[in-house]
């Protein structure tokens, strides 16, 4: 008899809600989860404001957060932190802490950003996760910024060492084996020679 598959819950928790960059990126992981796993969705500002009527609360979660095997977590950067409806989310969750709704249960974080600050967001939004009871797969954060992007699209061979879009398989992939109990592991390239190659130039007198 087959195994069955598990049930991945995508919350996205950015301001912009379905029209922003991490709607985008989450679109993309559903499409590769999708081929292994049952995958949900959620939005929790369902406006570009994050109206408050608008806002799917914690409550009502509760069941999806309960009957997913694994999440997937994605959010914006505003001011070197996640968003506030997702600051908001995580308060609410706090008398859960600890529970079956999130003990053991595998997680991964996608992360949009202009330039900096997402490396922050994403450390810190995982030590959460932890802290709720969730595990931590392999190479399961990302940060995709507009500025690697742009550098990708500009000079590839200079920006291999940089998060791009094509991470993103290895996340879901081991959010994939996680959720499953396979632990076939991947991970995206690694700059293993030029990483302390020095790049910036001495400037002239």
């Known amino acids: 008899m087959p195994a069955r ?4 819950l ?3 928790a950015s301001l912009a809600g379905e029209t ?7 679109a993309h992981a559903r499409r590769l989860l999708g081929r292994r796993a049952t995958v949900t969705s959620v939005t929790l500002a369902s406006t570009p404001a994050g109206d408050a009527d608008n806002m ?4 009502s979660l509760r069941p999806q957060l309960a009957a997913a095997d694994a999440f997937l977590i994605g959010t914006g950067t505003h001011w070197d932190s996640w968003s506030s409806v997702l600051q908001k989310f995580l ?3 706090t008398p859960a802490e600890g529970t079956a709704l999130w003990l053991g249960k595998p997680a991964a974080v996608v992360v949009s ?6 490396k922050g967001v994403l450390s810190r939004l995982q030590g959460v996760l932890v802290t709720l009871g ?4 392999p ?13 990708t699209h500009h000079n590839p061979e200079a920006a291999r060492d940089f998060w791009c879009a094509d991470d993103l398989r290895v996340v879901c992939h081991n959010l994939a084996e996680a959720a499953a109990g396979t632990h076939r592991w991947k991970t995206w390239p690694v700059d293993r020679e030029g990483f302390a190659d020095r790049w910036l130039k001495t400037p002239s007198p």
């Open 139 to 151: 190479m399961s954060g990302l940060v995709l910024s507009r500025a690697a992007v742009l550098a």
């Open 10 to 12: 995508l919350l996205n």
């Open 113 to 118: 950003e202009h330039s900096v600050g997402g």
């Open 5 to 8: 598959r598990p049930r991945i």
């Open 56 to 59: 799917s609360d914690f409550a």
């Open 134 to 137: 969730c595990t931590l797969p």
């Open 20 to 26: 922003g960059n991490t709607a985008v990126l989450l």
């Open 91 to 93: 308060e609410d969750a």
